[in-house]
């Protein structure tokens, strides 16, 4: 099925269609769409025992979502953003920019953002640890202030550099006409020196050239203290304001994430933001206590299926699943009109890394054409009604079945 | 997988490549879709007893088609525009300029059509009846003329009132420069004043000003009548042609509907328009009757399973599908070289109301793919071979089905 992935326009409609309607919970299981174990046989999902998931994907519409387009891996916030109705090739987004808004800093529109690795280098300048041996908070908030003390920028503006936690700082320039197309200086590699900032265009020179004076100068700064002698900056973009959730569908939004990224791309799309959960159970807790009239959409996210996604750990993948399908009876409590499982993308345990992979998404409601289909899983689901198509379709399905879209045409 | 709904340019390369071939007919079972019903467990589709079509539908290539977009429910202007490869984002149309093709009323190019409903007002200016107790047509004439005489529209045009049946007329402005987006005064609802006519930009005012005008002058003029005393314009859009099946794909076209929307849209589109049949039976001889040299491609219209699906009724709906595929034989007799069978929008009685689920289809003809997929409905017809997808691949696939699509490249 489905929408040319660049254009997508078809959300446009959905704008004008919008109206007031039912509640909806988007529940997100970071990257838990995966690939068959060779020990095991099945994905994390089969192998998972889901007797909740299965029992609500019988009584569901299933498919799979292609986030952002074939063969494309996408990163958590584009796979988000497909998630939410922002087709991810029409709204580029930085993770620099992500990371801000994460922390809550204030990023005012045409702020340049830039994620900031503090990292061990060699005394021939090349990078021997790109975490810096993963520093602690305390590490991170002394190095930055020493920073902050010693690094002028030559320019017509202001630079902010902020703490994150562990090795993760950010950088924030603030000044007319920055680009924001400039490349990482992390090589994304040992043993090799960093890279120099390149321009993408005329426009983004001066940003580069600013780039390129914060790493140098901090690598002089920083030439006495061990392990964190140098920084390597990443997801370097501009931030532009998008159009919000309630802007464009008509949504009052609520997310609850633990991750600094979930959180800040909640807020770009101006979702209100409840206090950090501390993990999975306190996330549905704090779903059940602001669940109401306050708000039409709720976006849970979890992060462990990724995580363990990520470190290569079916056994824990397969551990998080489980954790999540005790608690799903809590949601299926609250009655919304129309409840959402799926994944931003597929994070195998056998590659340790994001994938292109489809994911499979169960859409529950009194109106869903119910397709029978368990257990929810990357095989079963391909059989659904839903069929498979781009990840940006999922928001027009789910504002129909909670009764938020009016009719197209006479 | 698919194409953009919005640009859809598949169609212009079927334009390319489209020339002579063989016969076509598309019977359409207008809102067959559905959901299933919670006493029977089945869809209409399902629970209905159709030994012609399930057998029509094991020799067939079958699939699933959303008609507009993924959750757009379909006005039944842009669910057939999608089938005749129109893409519906691409075309759109106002229901008063398909109201007055339907009524063979000569539009011109840049006339402004809106339908009209008499419609009940209390004393408060609030609307009691949107419909006015559904007047017979002998009032509804005799309110026309009334108006006719006495209504006076300042400007350097004319305007036409038509009579068009129950409590339904229409007005057509014709004059210089109208712009056509203009706002229902029907409120949609009752216990309320009509909305006042809204302009969707500077060019749409002066056509504004003469509905208001309108509005307000039959009120005056209708304040001593019971039940009909006031009327509510919607649907208001300016009419500009569209190129016809002839012109795109080659297609001389005829149409067999009873309905004035759908006469209209066929006329609209270049299609020959058969006398009006009174029901479905004499709709099947009027398509026999007309069969032969002098058409390529044959629409044949079915009201009812729309009609019931709108009325909730279930049980009417599975009688109107039973009673198509009685009739079926006589369209395979006539030995098209494609016959389809599909909807133009889903229509669950569980609903009342058009929905955005996709529906069924299938394509029968001697170079069809043929699946061996039976019976024929909206559960089995997903594992079929056409796949989900967008409703306006139908007619490339239609064409190529004719042999009426030379190759592309070389």
């Known amino acids: 099925m489905g929408a040319d992935h660049r254009s997508a326009d078809i959300s446009r409609v959905w704008e004008d269609l919008a109206g007031d309607g039912g509640r909806i919970i988007y529940l997100v299981l970071d990257g838990a769409g995966g690939l068959r174990d060779a020990a095991t046989g099945a994905t994390a999902l089969e192998h998972a025992w889901t007797p909740h998931l299965d029992e609500l994907a019988r009584a569901s519409s299933c498919g ?19 998630l939410f109705g922002y087709a991810p090739l029409a709204y580029p987004l930085g993770r620099g920019v992500l990371a801000a808004l994460g922390i809550d800093f204030p990023l005012h529109e045409g702020d340049v953002a830039a994620r900031i690795n503090f990292a061990t280098m060699d005394d021939h300048g090349n990078i021997t640890d790109r975490r810096a041996g993963r520093i602690d908070d305390d590490l991170n908030q002394r190095l930055c202030d020493r920073l902050r003390d010693h690094v002028q920028l030559d320019f017509d503006g202001e630079y902010f550099l902020q703490t994150v936690a562990g090795h ?11 680009g924001g197309d400039v490349g990482d200086t992390d090589p994304q590699a040992t043993g090799v020196p960093p890279r120099e900032p390149t321009a993408g265009s005329p426009a983004d020179e001066r940003t580069a050239d600013l780039v390129a004076s914060f790493a140098r100068q901090a690598r002089d700064i920083l030439a006495d203290e061990t392990p964190a002698n140098a920084v390597l900056l990443r997801g370097i973009a501009r931030h532009s304001p998008l159009p919000t959730l309630a802007e464009r569908f ?67 993948k397969v551990t998080a699943i489980e954790t999540v399908d005790r608690l799903l009876p809590r949601l299926r409590a609250l009655e919304p009109d129309v409840l959402v499982v ?20 169960l859409i529950h409601g009194r109106y869903a054409r119910a397709d029978d289909i368990a257990p929810f899983d990357e095989y079963r689901c391909r059989g659904g009604g839903l069929g498979l198509r781009p990840g940006v379709h999922l928001m027009g399905l789910v504002l129909a079945n909670a009764g938020r879209l009016r009719k197209f045409g006479a």
Not at 65 to 81: D, F, M, W, Y
Not at 168 to 174: G, I, Q, W, Y
């Open 64 to 82: 799979l979502l292609e986030l952002v387009g074939p063969g494309i891996t996408p990163g958590s916030g584009p796979g988000h953003l497909a």
């Open 168 to 178: 993760r700082a950010m950088l924030v320039l603030r000044g007319d006409g920055l």
């Open 250 to 316: 008509g949504l009052r939004a609520l997310c609850v994430a633990s991750y600094p990224m979930y959180r800040g791309l909640a807020r770009l799309l101006g979702m209100d933001v409840a206090a950090r959960p501390a993990g999975p159970y306190e996330a549905f807790d704090s779903l059940e206590e602001h669940f109401g009239e306050d708000h039409d959409f709720y976006f849970l996210h979890v992060k462990d299926t990724d995580r363990y996604g990520e470190d290569a750990d079916f056994a824990a």
């Open 342 to 361: 799926t994944a931003d993308h597929s994070t195998p345990a056998a590659m340790g890394a994001h994938s292109w992979h489809p994911v499979p998404v």
